[in-house]
């Protein structure tokens, strides 16, 4: 977060100030702790802001104080993104419109264009994706594949192993 050091809430978000300011208000009104998250998406970072009244009226502060909370917001974002998964897939009847759809979430939640499910053939010389969602400006991914053209040799022997992992190379 050095980004941010010596640097003016203007700077950081046209509207932070005012945000400040109108919570620092509030505090100064009541007499209790005024807490809320804020998001900052010039920074992409997400903070716990805890505004509170210190003083007497005539001579009183307003303290804040902010804490980084943007991986409890990832996480609580992920979580609740396998929930519904999960709910998903329990409700599951239509298998190839389920997955596609399955697919999709998966993509916009990744912020990617496409994803695709694959089943080995047996002889795992042949990747067969026939389940997928892709954006309107790329192609499908849809298709019979040669797995080595997939998968490094690493790879391949680690799926064959049944070790589970993610292929995130583009064709």
């Known amino acids: ?3 941010v050091i010596d640097k003016k809430a203007s700077e950081l978000s ?3 100030l005012t945000t ?5 208000r509030k505090a100064a009104e009541f007499p209790t702790l005024v807490r ?3 998001h900052i998406h010039s920074l992409g970072r997400w903070f716990d802001a805890s505004y509170v009244k210190i003083g007497e009226d005539s001579e009183a502060n307003i303290a804040i ?3 980084d909370i943007t991986q409890v917001k990832i996480y609580q974002k992920n979580q609740s993104f396998l929930s519904e998964i999960t709910r998903d897939l329990v409700m599951l009847r239509n298998i190839r419109n389920g997955l596609d759809e399955l697919a999709e ?3 916009k939640h990744f912020d990617v264009p496409w994803c695709s499910f694959a089943e080995i053939t047996d002889d795992r010389t042949t990747a067969v994706a026939n389940y997928g969602w892709n954006a309107d400006f790329v192609p499908s991914l849809k298709g019979i594949y040669d797995t080595e053209e997939l998968w490094s040799r690493e790879e391949a022997e680690r799926m064959n192993n049944g070790q589970a992992f993610c292929c995130l190379r583009c064709f």
């Open 105 to 107: 979430k998966i993509a």
């Open 20 to 24: 400040i300011l109108q919570y620092a």
């Open 1 to 3: 977060m050095t980004d």
């Open 36 to 38: 809320v998250e804020q």
């Open 65 to 67: 104080l902010f804490k």
């Open 14 to 16: 046209p509207n932070l």
